[in-house]
């Protein structure tokens, strides 16, 4: 391409992540002619967020998560929120499946594995919280096969590491699930992107850092400079995607679009503690989720979880919170001061006041010696040893800040697609449980933004996805045909991983 010649393409996708890789299959499996480009600002895809060791790899079906199931003042557990993850995580099965099916996708093994699902608490009114939760959530079709108890013989052989060493008259109480899974979104935005590779018209390239978006009458003019060479270049593009995670929010912010204004981000870092003795590692057979302290964020959630990364199984506990002003991992220490800007300062300071709370447990995490952790992991594992565990650095998380009427601005944890009225440019804002409702979020701006194609699109969609959201939280019987049909094309329907320990 000469110097100052202008590529065009109908979709320009910012950050080779899991929403981008997903949402350029989708888009060339609905319509192969499009021709579109991925640019990436580090040296390949799948750096960020959606790294296996920068997330907890849960696939979130709202089977563990507590969170997800608030308890109202008279006692009732609302499930709504579990339902509608829990089918959002169906969708995904869904998109994955058929890939898997066409042939040419690779191993489904390479990024989902079966691990049960286990919520843990400790202590009467936890136990109470829990029994109720489960009578609630086992009504639904969605979370039938859920199991509770609190007799400790039968929970020394769901989570026989937990038990050793606990004192026998703890209080304690757990729920399973036998069909969880832990997911590599990394592996599986690889394997996204190669897919994406044999299609024609679609590239991916990487160093690649996007330093303007001008509005024109064609969509939007994008200027991108190589960070290798330095050269500069223009790209036309009819619609542009703005999935760079921490890094969405300045790129929203340069569109100068109406729809972007007033959104603010707060940055929060995270740590895990890490064991890959195999000894310990193959107690432990499963991801078990537990209460989060008062005043922490949602991501700030306890869990002690079996991963499987490339065939090898470890364990990860935490996360533990931190604050940085980086909106990446990569990223800048500017990246925060940077972001404030008159539209925003009011609901950011409003989130200041409102969260003293939140400011004081991520002041405390961050102080923590190693000790203090590790006494964190003790109430998962009693008999928990310094020298079997390391911490490893997490991703960074930028929660979002809009603001609110009532009081000026608001912390919302969780994603917000932000699409520009004419549906020329989104952007996706927030973290969990992103990555694994990722294709709901993308069907979604892909409904929002593709307007004149959805009726041409209908039949491959029906084809793709055989249940949506709304309908799989209905009918119980759909439900159970599209999951089991998901489960064998994934290799789930075994409940049992494929993968060895870690040395």
């Not at 109908?10 to 499009?34: F, H, Q, W």
């Not at 102080?367 to 006494?375: A, K, P």
């Not at 609110?404 to 004419?422: C, H, R, Y």
């Not at 709901?440 to 039949?459: K, P, Q």
Request: aromatic fraction near 8%.
């Amino acid at each position: 391409m000469a110097q100052n010649e202008i590529q065009t393409v109908d979709a320009l996708l910012v950050g080779a992540g899991i929403m981008s890789a997903t949402l350029a299959v989708l888009l060339k499996e609905l319509d192969p002619s499009l021709k579109l480009e991925i640019v990436e600002l580090q040296e390949s895809g799948a750096v960020e967020s959606s790294n296996p060791w920068n997330n907890a790899g849960t696939g979130h079906a709202g089977l563990c998560e507590l969170n997800y199931t608030p308890q109202a003042a008279d006692g009732a557990v609302d499930i709504k929120k579990a339902v509608h993850i829990n089918t959002q995580f169906e969708v995904s099965k869904q998109f994955w499946s058929y890939l898997v099916a066409k042939g040419s996708f690779g191993s489904p093994r390479n990024f989902i594995n079966p691990i049960p699902h286990l919520s843990f608490v400790r202590g009467a009114k936890d136990i109470g919280f829990l029994k109720t939760r489960f009578e609630a959530m086992r009504q639904h079709h969605a979370f039938a096969d859920m199991e509770y108890t609190e007799d400790k013989a039968t929970m020394a052989e769901w989570m026989p590491l937990m038990m050793q060493g606990r004192q026998a008259d703890e209080q304690i109480a757990a729920t399973r699930v036998l069909g969880g899974t832990d997911v590599n979104f990394g592996a599986l935005t690889s394997q996204l992107l190669g897919y994406l590779a044999q299609q024609g018209d679609a590239t991916v390239t990487c160093n690649q850092k996007v330093t303007d978006l001008k509005r024109n009458a064609d969509g939007w003019r994008v200027s991108i400079k190589d960070t290798q060479n330095g050269a500069d270049r223009e790209v036309q593009a009819r619609f542009v995607f703005l999935g760079a995670g921490g890094g969405a929010l300045p790129l929203l912010q340069l569109s100068g679009i109406p729809e972007g204004k007033g959104f603010g981000g707060f940055p929060v870092s995270g740590q895990w503690l890490r064991c890959d003795d195999p000894a310990i590692v193959e107690k432990h057979e499963a991801k078990v989720y537990s209460q989060a302290e008062v005043g922490a964020p949602p991501m700030s959630v306890p869990h002690l979880d079996t991963r499987v990364v490339d065939g090898k199984k470890s364990l990860l506990f935490g996360p533990y919170a931190g604050f940085t002003t980086k909106f990446l991992k990569h990223g800048s220490f500017l990246d925060l001061p940077l972001s404030v800007r008159p539209g925003n300062l009011g609901p950011m300071l409003a989130v200041a006041r409102d969260n003293m709370d939140l400011t004081r447990y991520l002041i405390k995490e961050v102080m923590q010696s190693q000790d203090q952790r590790l006494d964190a992991l003790r109430k998962f594992y009693p008999e928990v040893k310094s020298e079997d565990w390391r911490l490893e650095i997490a991703g960074q998380r930028v929660q979002i800040i809009k603001k609110d009427p009532q009081k000026g601005g608001i912390l919302q944890f969780g994603t917000e697609l932000v699409a520009a009225g004419d549906g020329s440019i989104a952007a996706l804002l927030g973290a969990s449980p992103g990555a694994s409702v990722t294709v709901s979020i993308m069907l979604e701006l892909i409904e929002r933004c593709f307007t004149g194609r959805n009726g041409a699109w209908t039949a491959k969609l029906a084809e793709i996805f055989p249940a949506r959201e709304k309908v799989l939280q209905s009918d119980a019987a759909l439900y159970r045909e599209v999951s089991s049909r998901s489960d064998a094309l994934l290799q789930l329907a075994s409940k049992t991983p494929v993968a060895e320990p870690s040395v």
